[in-house]
């Protein structure tokens, strides 16, 4: 099962742009790659998931290259309140479900 | 809006006693899951289950069981509690893979923070 590899913290100022590199060098042809946002005291929140190329929703961007051993997770203009612990993780499928495995995460400062 | 409950936010038991954690969601989900969340560690699956009474191992399964006899609930048992189950427990639930739609995604409970002492 792929294992994942992301930055321990990174700092921001608000507006600015942010890209978390992830990479996952094993990872297999039917795995997804996936991101999760989590708060103290609450549980992981799922931002983003893409399979190859750019997937893009309402809160964030993913960039997958063609050979997918990294994503880049792109947050446009981040606020204060985007201030949280980002998982990059691949899921794997399984027969009914998928298996899920997080890493260390990256933990987000963003500065006023 | 999706929501998962666990039963307790704080809890703190002592070693050998036997404690449930329950977690209940209200999508209608198939699948349900049990986490736990250790500094430097990330999340470690310790159980799954894909139906009603249906469970399978996660990886770190020992120590710990699950039951599941609604849909809607999973419980997570610590048959005798030890120290190193201290630990933020964290329950998810999910569709099946491929019925999701365009993601296949888990929705987390705010999770129960376990000290045994």
Partial sequence: L???????????YEGQEVNITCSHNNIATNDYITWYQQFPSQGPRFIIQGYKTKVTNEVASLFIP??????????PRVSLSDTAVYYCLVATPMDSSYKLIFGSGTRLLVRP | DVKVTQSSRYLVKRTGEKVFLECVQDMDHENMFWYRQDPGLGLRLIYFSYDVKMKE???????????????ERFSL??????????????CAS???????????????GPGTRLTVL
């Fill in chain 1, 2 to 12: 792929a294992k994942t590899t992301q930055p321990i913290s990174m700092d921001s």
């Fill in chain 1, 66 to 75: 063609a050979d997918r051993k990294s994503s880049t997770l792109s947050l």
């Fill in chain 2, 57 to 71: 191992k996660g990886d770190i399964p020992e120590g710990y069981s699950v039951s599941r006899e609604k849909k």
């Fill in chain 2, 77 to 90: 048992i610590l048959e005798s509690a030890s120290t190193n189950q201290t630990s933020m427990y964290l």
């Fill in chain 2, 94 to 108: 999910s569709f099946p893979y491929g019925l999701a739609g365009d993601t296949d995604t888990q929705y987390f």
